[in-house]
């Protein structure tokens, strides 16, 4: 339960990194049956800043979303930036992709943006090593951020603000699990798994999630960041994910790509240019109910605003409601049997 209301697992939260998931309004996010989306901590401390979102009543209002709304802490954006930071145990100096203009947060910095925001949940601030990288430096991460994990927790006074962990160790189960062991001796409502899908081979990033899944505490969510392809979100649920966020339905949504229950679907492809059926027989989305697949190719080729907008609206769907399909077959005792007909599916081996 969040002070915007509950959150039903296993769920996909839309990326609105902005304040805003692109070409996507509140109400059609509320349509597609959204409970939480996430903000990034790093773009709107650049811009608008974090002192302006205070000032206008904190994100729900700023960006007039009524349910939960979580806020990464910048992390992976920062250290996405390697060649412009300086990193210590005091903090990191980065730099702005904007105006190239220094700045330093130290974790108790980032908790004040954070708590500035207003978002329901905040993220601990963390180092997140890229892939591959040396078992030392990966180390390094996982102590630097079990530390400031600490301070995080330390310095976080909102209320109605929950602060999750984040758990790091790259693909080494030895620093996995001392980095859950050290973040959840600090203590937190929940976790997030970070240093995933940035670059390793799918299988491993399995592999090694599982462990970390089973040693983080039952009775606290377990979160999947940055991860939003369809069937590494079943086989993830399998291994105790709760929540995952991932930009790649929007972002697929403007090159013109769809999901379904086929597959990937092209739109670009002439094969679809006189094809009237909606995107998806199997979906009940706003976009499938109006609106067939030469007219949303059509929409691509010209470059129409609109074409986006409708694709992620069924993109978004797509996601939303599998995690629905993945939640009420866990509640039936039955999520081994739905996992295998996906993966029997005719779209499984597309994803």
């Known amino acids: 339960m969040t002070a915007h209301g509950p959150i039903e697992t296993p769920v996909f939260m839309p990326v609105g990194t902005r304040a805003t998931v692109k070409g996507v309004t509140a109400p059609q996010l509320h349509e597609v049956g959204a409970q939480v989306v996430l903000a990034n901590t790093y773009h709107l401390f650049l811009r608008p800043g974090h002192d302006l979102v205070r000032e206008a009543g904190g994100l729900h209002t700023f960006m007039n979303w009524d349910r939960a709304i979580l806020t990464d802490s910048g992390g992976f954006q920062i250290f996405s930036l390697r060649d412009t930071l300086k990193l210590s145990d005091e903090g990191v100096r980065f730099q702005s992709i904007i105006d190239g203009k220094y700045h330093h ?5 980032n908790m004040q943006v954070q708590q500035d925001l207003g978002a329901d949940i905040a993220m601990v601030l963390d180092v997140c090593p890229p892939y591959p990288a040396d078992e030392a430096d990966v180390a390094a991460a996982v102590d630097r951020s079990a530390k400031w994990a600490a301070r995080c927790k330390a310095a976080h006074s909102r209320e109605d603000q929950a602060l999750f962990g984040i758990v790091q160790g790259g693909v080494f189960p030895n620093l996995r699990a001392e980095s859950v062991e050290r973040t959840v ?4 409502p929940g976790y997030g798994i970070g240093g995933y899908s940035v670059g390793e081979p799918h299988e491993l990033m399995l592999e090694s999630l599982g462990p970390v899944c089973d040693a983080i505490p039952a009775d606290r969510p377990r ?7 369809p069937t590494t979100l079943l086989e993830a649920v399998a291994l105790g994910v709760d929540m995952f966020d991932c930009v790649l339905p929007t972002r697929t949504a403007r090159t013109g790509t769809a999901f379904s229950s086929a597959g990937r679907l092209n739109l670009k492809n002439a094969k679809f240019a006189r094809d009237f059926g909606p995107l998806d027989p199997n979906c ?13 190719r059509h929409l691509v080729n010209m470059k129409e605003m609109l074409g986006s907008t409708l694709i992620s609206i069924h993109n978004l769907h797509f996601l939303i409601n599998l995690m629905q399909q993945a939640r009420l077959a866990v509640l039936d005792g039955r999520y081994g049997d739905f996992l295998r007909e996906w993966r029997d599916g005719p779209g499984a081996d597309d994803y």
């Open 223 to 229: 979160y999947l960041m940055g991860v939003g392809n």
């Open 105 to 109: 947060w130290t974790p108790e910095d």
């Open 284 to 296: 009940s989305c706003s976009t499938c109910a109006n609106y067939s697949r030469a007219y949303l």
């Open 185 to 188: 001796e600090v203590g937190f």
